[in-house]
């Protein structure tokens, strides 16, 4: 049963974790590892297998198959990214890290989700299912004739997996104002693609069924609240980041979707590179997720996963 929660943002909770980084550290590396799924058994059905590529990317693989989620192996580092200059994918990192994949699927176009879509795309004739700034990235690397741009709520069908897009909103993350970098991606050249470039686009939240399960992937933590329309998934993929910003969400996002196992996901220090060992955002508070899960009901099975580790049903 959920439990009504506070409506005050968590995010002025999170300020003795910015004044002691050490100390957020240690709490962070703690509730991770507790929660790691190799310490659980792994609930997915024989041959499926999930694998988180950090940030808000996982790939599931089945029968065969292949799709990948906001992928971004490529990881910028932060002088890159403030300074402003283009961002690009790094095909020899995407080639060692990443599969061969037979659909993209992409929540919004920021850059932490969206800059390897396009080379991804292209190598494998994989089609890309985003918003019109997807297309409009995809354009700039002359791959829109692998762009879709879904209808909501329709289902596709990707060999075994059946995928559907929710409308959603991304959060407020300046300062619980506005929506950092919002509106169309509108650049009209690949090397004016700067952090600022890649616009978020239209929001979705991702709904996919295989092997008589479902997933639900959150990239940003908002959502649009009668939009939600699926019930009883299995596992949520939430992205954690940014959720102080947004009043009530994990008891309005639980509620409805009713998950029975919380993946999370975008708590990892971005700036990082992916193969390295993993550093936390500063400002997200992994072991607060927890705490903040818990308080609305023990009933939610919480299992993490470290950046590019695999779970596989057997």
């Known amino acids: 049963m959920l439990r009504a929660m506070s409506t005050t943002p968590h995010w002025p909770k999170i300020l003795p974790f910015l004044l002691a980084p050490r100390a957020r550290q ?5 509730a991770a590892e507790q929660f790691n799924w190799s310490h659980f058994a792994p609930m997915l059905p024989t041959g499926l297998s999930i ?11 089945y029968q065969g ?3 990948v989620i906001d992928p971004y192996l490529s990881r910028a580092p932060i002088g890159k990214v403030a300074t402003r200059r283009p961002l690009l994918p790094d095909p020899q990192l995407v080639d060692r890290l990443l599969p061969r994949v037979d659909a993209v699927l992409v ?11 396009p080379y991804i795309a292209q190598r494998d004739r994989a089609i890309v299912y985003g918003s019109s700034s997807s297309l409009q990235l995809l354009a700039l690397h002359g791959a829109e004739d692998l762009a879709a741009v879904p209808e909501f709520y329709r289902v596709y069908a990707i060999g075994p997996f059946e995928v559907s897009f929710v409308p959603s909103v991304h959060s407020k993350l300046v300062l619980g104002l506005k929506v950092p970098y919002e509106g169309e991606l509108t650049c009209d050249h690949a090397e004016g693609l700067t952090s600022a470039a890649y616009r978020c686009g239209q929001v979705y939240g991702i709904h996919i069924s295989v092997a008589g399960i479902s997933f639900y992937h959150q990239g940003s933590c908002n959502l649009i609240d009668d939009a939600v329309r699926h019930r009883d998934i299995d596992f949520f993929l939430a ?5 102080g910003f947004t009043e009530r969400y994990w008891q309005r996002i639980l509620s409805r979707l009713e998950p029975r ?8 220090n971005f700036f990082l590179p992916l193969e390295g060992r993993m550093g936390f955002s500063f400002n997200v508070n992994f072991g607060g997720f927890v705490e903040e899960i818990a308080a609305i009901s023990k009933d939610f099975a919480i299992r993490c996963l470290r950046p590019l580790q695999t779970v596989c049903g057997r």
């Open 107 to 117: 929540g919004h176009t920021h850059f932490d989700h969206a800059v390897d879509v």
């Open 51 to 61: 694998t988180w590529l950090g940030t808000a990317g996982f790939l599931l693989q």
């Open 239 to 243: 992205g954690i980041a940014g959720r």
């Open 261 to 268: 196992v919380i993946v999370p996901h975008h708590h990892d």
């Open 65 to 67: 198959a292949s799709i």
């Open 26 to 30: 240690r709490n962070d590396v703690s």
